[in-house]
């Protein structure tokens, strides 16, 4: 099992940045790819980027790409998500995945191990 916690929510103005933090404890953190989903109030849980094992290679939706940034940190069993540039539409709740395949996959169903979520808010 892997146990995923985020951090780094909150209220934010339009054209801000926040940076979310994962920390990941239960098995060995470098043998997992990491990922970013997000969650609005009445959608489907969308990816918005995901990061290779070693943190060289990073994969990013296109709504968020040049504004989003992921990386990790293996010696602190960590992954983050550097969002710059914020808009109102990027309203929801953020949750990390981990999956020892990926960091490719798009869909929720994919991803093996999940946290709790943490909710960004952008007032425009």
């Known amino acids: 099992q892997v146990q995923l916690v985020e951090s780094g929510g909150g209220l934010v103005q339009a054209g801000g940045s926040l940076r979310l933090s994962c920390v990941a404890s239960g098995r060995t953190f470098r043998n997992y790819a990491m990922g970013w989903f997000r969650q609005a109030p009445g959608k489907e849980r969308d990816f918005v980027g995901g990061i290779s094992w070693s943190g060289d290679d990073t994969y990013y939706a296109d709504s968020v790409k040049g504004r989003f940034t992921i990386s990790r940190d293996n010696a602190k069993n960590t992954v983050y998500l550097q969002m710059n540039r914020l808009k109102p539409e990027d309203t929801a709740v953020y949750f990390c995945?981990?999956?020892?395949?990926?960091?490719?996959?798009?869909?929720?169903?994919?991803?093996?191990?999940w946290g709790q979520g943490t909710q960004v808010t952008v007032s425009s």
């Open positions: 995945a981990a999956d020892s395949l990926s960091y490719h996959f798009v869909l929720p169903g994919q991803w093996d191990y």
